[in-house]
């Protein structure tokens, strides 16, 4: 279940100075509060994955554009994306192979997510507001 990989993003952590603010909550799962944000690291075998939680559902009025607005945004999360969870929420995450993980890279993992989620929350529990008639 990720052993290696686990260890790899615990000395990464001691590396960088902040074991002290993650929280490991399974053998192979972290997280740590930035901003508005609460990023989860995943280590798995082959990967690293950075995860946060920026919705809990899609607007009930016009959840097409909404879904189109943020494919579109896809494009500028440097290498993060936005997903749509079984449960309805939208998350934004971001995979790197564990081979290329190092103190830099992992740090740009976690801050990125973090920096696109504290955004993108906001953005959005705005345009989940119900809006009055026009």
């Known amino acids: 279940m990720g052993r290696d990989s686990a260890a790899r993003v615990e000395e990464l952590f001691a590396t960088l100075g902040i074991a002290d603010k993650v929280s490991r909550v399974a053998p192979n799962v972290w997280t740590l509060e930035k901003g508005s944000a609460l990023v989860q690291v995943v280590a798995a075998p082959d990967f690293v994955v950075a995860t946060a939680k920026v919705a809990e559902r899609a607007p009930a009025d ?3 554009a909404f879904y189109a607005r943020l494919l579109a945004a896809n494009q500028t999360l440097l290498g993060a994306f936005f997903t749509l969870e079984n449960d309805g929420s939208i998350r934004i995450n971001q995979v790197v192979p564990v081979d290329w993980l190092d103190p ?6 976690v801050a990125n997510v973090a920096s696109q989620a504290d955004a993108w929350d906001d953005k959005l529990r705005v345009d989940d507001k119900p809006r009055p008639p026009e």
């Open 62 to 64: 016009g959840r097409e």
């Open 104 to 109: 830099p890279e992992l740090a740009f993992l």
